[in-house]
């Protein structure tokens, strides 16, 4: 009895282990959702899918959007797309991908895209039936699905405005702390001189909040505002203008040289010629002692 | 009284296994693994005689750092080559230090940047440890001296980059020459059986702490420029392995 039981575990767990793993989707660096920007309409998004099937299933794989997952789509949803089940076995087992237009989302459906101040929550769901048991059996009752789903977010609702904490005046160059709201994911500054001219922007990731812009000019007046960008591109309006005026200002260096400091830099060569041909020389006379003694 | 004295004769009684153990005559294997250099772990303020070079008209470190010393972290290795009346040996330490200070404008006023001295002190020195007293007499002071050769780079920013003047570059390095004098005391007296298994566990023969002086002229040996020379304490760890 005890040997049946084993055998009956030994058999299942293969089963049970190509159930969890036959069928994966998946998106870059791990994220856990794929957030979709307002628009453009026909941007095209993509998501990697993984199989392990190397049997013909019961029926094509389908993938479709819905806001839960079943095994098969609702009637009436669309399909977004389709591989023939007579295709699956001989498709690769990994970097295969899906793709979608931002317009192929459900709240489309009813609606203009692109949809104005909206964040709404889909799963792009992927499902292929597989024969149950042992046998080839496709019938409704014995037939099992592999299936996995993403998390897909329409979201054209942009981030909370950023504000301008302190602008600091650094030698040729600016320093600006950003308060950044919580949704975003990248901030912008935009910095362009009081009478409109030489507008640059500079991005960096929100872990970095303060920026340090460079190559400006001393005594120019510098007009600062900031954007907040979300994951899914959407900016923020710009935050309150603020204003700096690098200034020239003397490091320790300076102040040496204004004092008369006669350094000019540079690895001291010469220096270290005349202390190796001392250590050479100690070197040499030690040496030698040592052969006059013995 | 009599219950005090017949304490103590218990005591005693009680000790004497362990004092029997330690007098033994049976042949016992040495416990000591063999000595071959030391490590050092020491810090200590220094500053840069910067504004003693000749011709200066003003006193730059000072105005700039208000006159104070650079905290100087430093790492010995050094190998005996000599253990008999002493150990002598060569000794190679590397360490750095850094000084930060606000930049001005032009007018006088604090800038929002930053201005740093940065110093990589490299040494090479020949070392002689009076020791002898101390293994031998059981006298827990060791006396020493270092001569030697010292490099050492340094480099002055300003915000976040080197400075540049000119043809003038804010980095390079300076050689000179130390003397260093410095007394260790020996800690193995304080627990001589965690010293032992010091030793037994980690190799390390002995242990001290530190106080020594250093008289260091690092000018390019008298050519003009920065001037790096320093008299200044450090203090630290030693471990003799």
Request: aromatic share 2%; glycine share 10%; proline share 8%.
């Given at each position: 009895m005890r040997s049946l039981l084993i055998a009956l575990a030994l058999l299942t767990a293969p089963a049970a282990w190509s159930q969890s793993t036959a069928l994966q989707l998946s998106l870059p660096n791990n994220e856990t959702e794929l957030r979709v920007p307002k628009?453009?309409?026909?941007l095209v998004r993509s998501v990697t899918w993984a199989h392990a099937v190397t049997f013909v299933p019961c029926d094509d794989l389908r993938f479709w959007f819905a806001t839960s997952c079943g095994d098969e789509p609702p009637s009436?949803?669309?399909?977004i797309h389709t591989v023939p089940k007579a295709n699956l076995p001989g498709?690769?087992?990994?970097?295969n991908t899906v793709t979608f237009e931002v317009?192929?989302?459900?709240?489309f459906n009813d609606a203009?895209?692109?949809?104005?101040?909206k964040e709404e929550e889909y799963k792009l769901c992927a499902s292929v039936p597989v024969p149950g048991g042992l046998a080839t059996d496709c019938s409704s009752g014995s037939k099992n699905f592999h299936k996995s789903n993403v998390d897909v977010v329409y979201d054209s609702l942009p981030p909370a405005v950023p504000t301008i904490d302190n602008v600091a005046a650094l030698d040729k160059a600016l320093s600006v702390r950003v308060a950044a709201p919580?949704?975003?994911s990248r901030l912008k500054l935009q910095i362009v001189r009081?009478?409109?001219?030489g507008a640059r922007t500079v991005d960096q990731s929100v872990d970095q909040t303060l920026f340090r812009v460079e190559n400006l000019e001393n005594g120019v007046t510098y007009s600062v505002t900031a954007t907040a960008v979300d994951a899914a591109d959407n900016e923020s309006a710009p935050s309150e203008a603020q204003t700096g005026t690098p200034v020239l200002t003397r490091g320790f260096f300076d102040r040496y040289v204004e004092a008369g400091g006669q350094e000019m830099g540079g690895c001291g060569a010469a220096a270290g010629g005349l202390a190796g041909g001392w250590v050479l020389a100690i070197l040499g006379f030690w040496l030698s002692s040592r052969r006059n003694r013995s | 009284m009599s219950r005090a004295v017949a304490l103590g004769v218990v005591a005693l009684l009680g000790a004497l296994p362990s004092q029997a153990l330690e007098v033994s005559d049976a042949p016992t294997l040495s416990t000591h693994s063999p000595r071959t250099g030391a490590l050092e772990f020491k810090l200590g303020g220094y500053k840069p005689r910067?504004?003693?070079?000749?011709?200066?008209?003003?006193?730059p470190y000072a105005n700039t750092f208000g006159n104070e010393s650079m905290l100087l972290f430093e790492v010995e290795m050094q190998r005996y080559f000599f253990q008999r009346f002493g150990s002598a040996g060569v000794g190679f330490s590397a360490g750095y230090a850094e000084k930060y200070s606000d930049a001005v404008t032009e007018t006088g006023e604090l800038a929002a940047e930053k201005t740093a001295l940065k110093v990589v002190p490299l040494k090479l020195n020949a070392l002689y440890k009076f020791d002898y007293a101390a293994f031998?007499?059981?006298?827990p002071l060791v006396p020493y001296g270092k001569l030697g050769l010292i490099y050492m780079p340094w480099w002055i920013n300003k915000g976040d980059s080197t400075q540049q003047l000119d043809d003038r570059s804010g980095k390079g390095g300076r050689w000179g020459y130390g003397l260093t004098l410095g007394a260790s005391f020996l800690?193995?007296?304080?627990?001589p059986r965690l010293a032992r298994d010091f030793d037994t566990d980690l190799g390390v023969n002995h242990s001290y702490i530190f106080a020594e002086w250093t008289y260091a002229e690092v000018n390019n040996f008298g050519s003009s420029g920065l001037v790096l020379s320093s008299r200044h304490w450090m203090f630290g760890l030693a471990l003799d392995y």
């Open positions: 628009e453009p309409c026909d009436g949803s669309d399909v498709t690769p087992t990994t970097g317009s192929e989302l459900p709240l203009a895209c692109p949809a104005e101040q919580e949704d975003a009081a009478d409109g001219t | 910067i504004d003693t070079e000749a011709g200066l008209t003003d006193t031998r007499w059981g006298v800690l193995d007296v304080l627990e």
